[in-house]
């Protein structure tokens, strides 16, 4: 087997502890430590990120200095592993799509989507619901999905009080060192890649598993996805959020 495991993601670690920690890209902008969370410092031991303290322009530099014929490919924004395909497109392959209604907070249906799968909170393109009778001239929004009914929930206008939460849950975290910080704390956290870090608030749950207060009201928290917990620079790791909270 392999000694160590050198990947191109923008992260970095530090063996200066009894176990190597998590940490930021320099190149904050490229930072993927939030993709890394659920990886555990026993993994991490065998792990080199060679880029994570460099800033990409100079890893550029470097590819075109070694003739690596991808030193100026544009950077990806898809999802790497499913080639040049729709995101709808894979789906299909695996997931049935159930179409369903598209409704207002107050249950007032305004059409049909195509399946939950393809649409996520805080989504404005592709609803086709555009010129409702009676409805103001402002943009429609995923604000929730309906799980058990099939429906998607929109309201009108970016900033609409039902796309921001107070806080999350979830039943489990993976703390990239096994223990985690002592509970209740203070911590940063991201509720999706390339979010700036948010204060919150982490405790224990007796019937959730961990209940996040968020310092300000966070727009579009998304079931489903991961948070992930910093302190500073230190990525201590993350969990799938449950659900949402609004008290």
Known sequence: GADWVATGHYARLDHSGDQPRLMKA????????????????????????????????????????????????????????????????????????QPGAIVTIDGQELGRHRGLMFHTIGQRQGLGIGGVENAPDAPWYVVDKDLAGNRLIVAQGNDHPALFSSGLTTRAIHWVDEKGPLLPAQLQVKIRYRQPDQPARLEADP?????????????AVSPGQWVCFYDGDTCLGGGIIESRTNN
Request: glycine fraction near 6%; charged fraction near 25%; proline fraction near 5%.
């Open 26 to 97: 320099v190149d904050a902008s490229k930072d993927q430590s939030y993709f890394l969370q659920a990886v555990s410092a026993s993994q991490l031991r065998h792990c080199v990120f060679p880029l994570g303290g460099m800033e990409k322009q100079d890893v550029r530099a470097l590819a075109r200095e070694s003739m690596i014929p991808t030193h100026a490919k544009k950077d990806s924004t898809g999802i790497c592993f499913i080639g040049e395909r729709r995101f709808a497109d894979f789906l299909n392959q695996y997931i049935p799509a």
């Open 207 to 219: 019937a959730m598993g961990f209940r996040l207060r968020f310092d300000e009201p966070q727009r």
